[in-house]
Nanobody
Framework: QVQSVESGGGLVQAGGSLRLSCAASGRTFSRYAMGWFRQAPGKEREFVAAITLIGGITYYADSVKGRFTISRDNVKNTLYLQMNSLKPEDTAVYYC??????????????????WGQGTQVTVSS
């Protein structure tokens, strides 16, 4: 399993940018595709983006496509989420997770586990 800690959240005005990081411990980070998810107050957790083992393929939810970029550094054991043109509806706690169940669809955000503690992103209008 991957143990990870998210950081980089904060308060930003609409139209601004943030870069989230997910620092993973252990030597298993590079063995897993990774993903970002978010959960807004009163809503279910939703898929945001995913990236394959060496970062060759990425997937995004329609709501963030063209604004967010997921990337990874397997040497630093770190996952990133660059968020541009932020909107108030992007306000949520953001989590990273590892794609542990290979039978789950990566592009649909299925089969993820080893959740971090999350980092709060608040976008003001």
């Amino acid at each position: 399993q991957v143990q990870s800690v998210e950081s980089g959240g904060g308060l930003v005005q609409a139209g601004g940018s943030l870069r989230l990081s997910c620092a993973a411990s252990g030597r298993t980070f590079s063995r897993y595709a990774m993903g970002w998810f978010r959960q807004a107050p009163g809503k279910e957790r939703e898929f945001v983006a995913a990236i394959t083992l060496i970062g060759g393929i990425t997937y995004y939810a329609d709501s963030v496509k063209g604004r967010f970029t997921i990337s990874r550094d397997n040497v630093k054991n770190t996952l990133y989420l660059q968020m541009n043109s932020l909107k108030p509806e992007d306000t949520a706690v953001y989590y990273c997770a590892a794609h542990e169940d290979y039978s789950g669809s990566l592009s649909l955000g299925q089969g993820f586990g080893s959740w971090g503690q999350g980092t709060q992103v608040t976008v003001s209008s």
